[in-house]
């Protein structure tokens, strides 16, 4: 049974930094077969993409909002994808998910829709 795990949210002031985990494990292709992102739900709004990176880790996108303080990178040989999220802001506040997408070659996306498997999330709140 495939099984998307998020960790590292917590409480931070604005200005501060966290690291965000997320576990992949029982999948039907190997991890690197899929393109992977994070999402971010905030309350009373829609879900958007955050950032995502392709099978290889080769190539990045990034939303505006955060382009400059998140780093995205993944580890294939642990199965293990990570959101390093610097200069915090409380606009970041929200709960944040990893997903899946099986990979279309070299690119990746930050539409809901693009994806297949989905955490349960993790939340980050960001105190002013």
């Known amino acids: 049974q495939e099984q998307v795990v998020e960790s590292g949210g917590g409480l931070v002031q604005a200005g501060g930094s966290l690291r965000l985990s997320c576990t992949v494990s029982?999948?039907?292709?190997?991890?690197?077969?899929?393109?992977m992102g994070w999402f971010r739900q905030a309350p009373g709004k829609e879900r958007e993409g955050v950032s995502c990176?392709?099978?290889?880790?080769?190539?990045?996108y990034y939303a505006d909002s955060v382009k400059g303080r998140f780093t995205i990178a993944r580890d294939n040989d642990k199965n293990t994808l990570y959101l390093e999220m610097n200069s915090l802001k409380p606009e970041d506040t929200a709960m944040y998910y990893c997903?899946?997408?099986?990979?279309?070659?070299?690119?990746?996306?930050?539409?809901?829709?693009?994806?297949?498997?989905w955490g349960q999330g993790t939340q980050v709140t960001v105190s002013s």
């Open positions: 990176i392709s099978w290889s880790g080769a190539n990045t």
């Open positions: 997903a899946a997408a099986p990979s279309n070659g070299v690119g990746c996306g930050l539409t809901t829709l693009e994806y297949d498997y």
């Open positions: 029982g999948m039907a292709a190997d991890f690197d077969d899929y393109a």
